[in-house]
């Protein structure tokens, strides 16, 4: 069975700084591995994914994510953080063998503050 | 550009009535699935469709009905509605390629009273 893991409900960091929301997984074959960022009263946006290649993927509003394959990690990056980012982040797992179905972690609360 | 639909976007239920909540998807997506997301539990699958005429269980079905009678819509039923169904429900729509990530609905909200 494929799983998701989450390790902070919360992440608290000053506009400007970098950011990192963190995330590791555990899955019977390859790992198609996805975040997405979800804003009050909204449904969820992708933000960008991992699915081979360079371990570093860019994705949307200057997110970036790095792949390691011998931690099972897949945690969000951002170099500078703004207000806006303050949102729920989530990671997901899509497991090649599995139907297309996702898993999905509990979810990082991100707060920016000014 | 509509993406993915869901109507209605609050409903309040009696202990016991029934409701569908509809999902409409225009971007041609074989897959399509229903989560519940609760505080603290991310995200729960519930059912899911890879194509018309096609459903089976997720991780938390009990209580709940599905059917994709057209490749565009999945239904989702609650036959007599409980207390423990109060959440957010969620439609996601994918291509079968499992290389693309999911597009989301804004939601129902239900509350079960």
């Known amino acids: 069975a494929q799983s998701v893991a989450q390790p902070e409900d919360q992440v608290n960091v000053a506009e400007g700084n970098p950011l990192t929301v963190k995330c590791t997984y555990s899955?019977?074959?390859?790992?198609?591995l996805f975040w997405y960022v979800q804003y009050p009263n909204r449904g969820l946006q992708f933000l960008l994914k991992?699915?081979?290649?360079?371990?570093l993927v860019k994705g949307s509003y200057g997110f970036e994510a790095e792949f390691n394959k011998s931690q099972t990690s897949f945690h969000l990056k951002k170099p500078s953080a703004l207000v806006s980012d303050s949102a729920l982040y989530f990671c997901?797992?899509?497991?090649?063998?599995?139907?297309?179905?996702?898993?999905f972690g509990d979810g990082t609360t991100l707060t920016v503050k000014p | 550009n509509a993406g993915v639909t869901q109507t209605p976007k609050f409903r309040v239920l009696k202990t016991g009535q029934s409701m569908t909540l509809l999902c409409a998807q225009d971007?041609?997506?074989?897959?399509m699935y229903w989560y519940r997301q609760d505080p603290g539990m991310g995200l729960r699958l519930i059912h899911y469709s890879v194509g018309e005429g096609t459903t089976a269980k997720g991780e938390v079905p009990d209580g709940y009905n599905v059917s994709r009678l057209k490749k565009q819509n999945f239904l989702l039923g609650l036959e007599s509605a409980a207390p423990s169904q109060t959440s957010v429900y969620f439609c996601a729509s994918s291509y079968s390629d499992r290389t693309y990530g999911y597009t989301f609905g804004s939601g129902t909200r239900l509350t079960v009273v």
């Open positions: 997901a797992v899509r497991d090649e063998t599995n139907a297309g179905k996702s898993t």
């Open positions: 991992y699915i081979t290649g360079d371990n």
């Open positions: 899955v019977s074959g390859n790992p198609y």
């Open positions: 971007m041609n997506h074989e897959y």
